[in-house]
């Protein structure tokens, strides 16, 4: 095979001939992405596109919206571009939002960046674009693209590349495009770092130069996310129970995983149980081993069944009864009612509704009186429960494991699919901006399961997970 770059790619073209639309939203990003390409001499024009009408659920109103398509115009104008804007209010209701409102009432937890990307700006506006003659969707993703072609077949096979500034790297939001979206997709700034894209756009003297970097929902702006979520989820009243220590001493299935991840190691391997933190930092630490360095047995690895692996990539189900009791209190021994001391946990706190927090939260949940942080260690819809724990060694915050069901396993490259009984050495993330983590991918009948080299927090179903060979992207499935 043959690679090519974007730009060493298109060069062999007649430029002027390659019409590129670019996704202006008004920041620095997209205004540099196609002040770029004009400059290389693309026939470019550019979209706004409006995907929500509702101010109420924004914590700036719908001014936000406003000003962002007003800056973008200006930009159009400065660099010499048609402005067009498209409403995909309605698409973007149906093919997001509402997903996100479906996940939160089943108590897990979406990225609606990454839907966002997935279904609108490459799907309903790539479209869009192309009945305007677009041969090209391009954005100011910080992210490459690169080609390989199959000498033997003339195929063309779309590689997603880390962005070069390791700061701003946003492959993770593009981690479920397919080959076919790549086709059309450009990133121009995906070769240069952010401060780079801001003294272009200085000496390119464009009107979102100094505009700081959009925050919030895809397109949406930022949102109080419990209020945005109460628009459809009911509030309802339950408890907030902390898990004490004991609870994991007692518990089946945690003393299970621990027991079958110690006999899981290599003679000389040490396991740490719980995530550590760099409190100088106030950072998670990532893992700091080597890729090709594993503290598992492969072969003890390949003997685990189905069964073994979805009872190892299992959360724990937290089942802490409280009993009442009746007692007198004051001097007119007025009858009282109170729970009894439980040594696996306590009741803490009241919430509006356990759909509205995800695991690892630590703002909001309203329990005080602790010498370090609470953090929601799990939710339970049905009961309408959340549970917390205190400190970031917790054993709740904790687990090694996860599981992708086969029909949410999705491969960017779909040359290098892994079959069952597969195992690969992949490097994973689980959410933005974390650093990468050592894992083993083992595919299986029953799903693909992430085993990871050391303890990961929060890891949350319907986040999305998603593994780099290197610096490219190579798939992502929901958790």
Same mark, same amino acid.
């Given at each position: ?130 009945? &305007? ?13 690169? +080609? ?40 121009? +700034? ?57 609870? &994991? ?137 959340? &549970? ?41 993330? +689980? ?27 929060? +890891? ?20």
């Amino acid at each position: 095979m043959v690679e090519f770059g974007d730009f060493a790619y298109l060069c062999k073209m007649d430029k002027s001939k390659i019409k590129v639309c670019v996704g202006l939203s008004g920041g620095v990003d997209s205004s540099v992405a196609a002040y770029l390409l004009k400059r290389e001499g693309y026939d470019v024009f550019a979209m706004f596109m409006q995907n929500w009408h509702d101010a109420e659920s924004t914590l700036h109103g719908d001014c936000e919206w406003e000003e962002d398509r007003f800056v973008a115009e200006m930009v159009a104008r400065k660099i010499g571009i048609p402005f067009y804007f498209v409403d995909l209010s309605g698409q973007y209701r149906q093919r997001v939002v509402d997903y996100m409102f479906d996940e939160y009432a089943k108590g897990r937890t979406p990225n609606p960046d990454v839907l966002c990307n997935r279904e609108i700006k490459f799907d309903a506006f790539l479209q869009l674009a192309r009945k &305007y003659g677009a041969d090209y969707v391009a954005t100011g993703h910080y992210c490459r693209r690169e +080609i390989l072609r199959c000498v033997q077949d003339d195929r063309e096979i779309y590689r997603i590349l880390e962005g070069a500034d390791p700061n701003k790297d946003q492959t993770y939001f593009l981690c479920q495009l397919t080959q076919e979206q790549l086709s059309k997709a450009l990133f121009p +700034i995906g070769d240069i770092s952010k401060p780079e894209v801001r003294r272009i756009a200085r000496e390119a003297d464009l009107p979102s130069a100094e505009k700081k970097d959009s925050q919030g929902l895809c397109f949406v702006g930022k949102v109080d996310l419990p209020t945005f979520l109460k628009q459809k989820l009911a509030s309802v009243e339950g408890d907030v129970v902390e898990v004490y220590d004991a609870y &994991y001493t007692a518990d089946p299935l945690y003393n299970w995983q621990q027991n079958t991840l110690s006999g899981l190691l290599k003679a000389d391997a040490v396991l740490e149980r719980t995530v550590r933190y760099a409190p100088e930092e106030k950072v998670l630490t990532s893992d700091g081993r080597p890729l090709g360095e594993s503290p598992f047995e492969e072969a003890k690895l390949s003997a685990l069944t189905d069964e073994e692996l979805t009872r190892l990539a299992m959360p724990l189900r937290y089942d802490i009864r409280f009993e009442t009791e009746t007692y007198r209190s004051g001097r007119r021994h007025i009858k009282k009612t109170r729970y009894k001391e439980n040594p696996f946990g306590k009741i803490v706190g009241t919430h509006e509704g356990a759909q509205f927090y995800t695991i690892g939260q630590r703002k909001g949940l309203g329990v005080g009186g602790h010498t370090e942080p609470v953090f929601v260690i799990a939710t339970d819809t049905e009961v309408n429960r959340v &549970y917390v724990g205190e400190g970031h060694a917790h054993k709740g915050l904790s687990r090694f494991c996860l599981r992708v069901v086969p029909g949410e396993i999705h491969w960017i490259r779909p040359d290098l699919v892994m079959q069952p009984g597969e195992m690969r050495r992949y490097r994973v993330r +689980i959410r933005y901006r974390q650093p990468l983590q050592s894992t083993t991918l083992i595919r299986r009948e029953s799903g693909l399961y992430i085993l990871f080299d050391a303890p990961q927090r929060g +890891i949350s179903p319907g986040q999305f997970a998603v593994w780099y060979d290197g610096e490219e992207m190579l798939g992502s499935g929901v958790i």
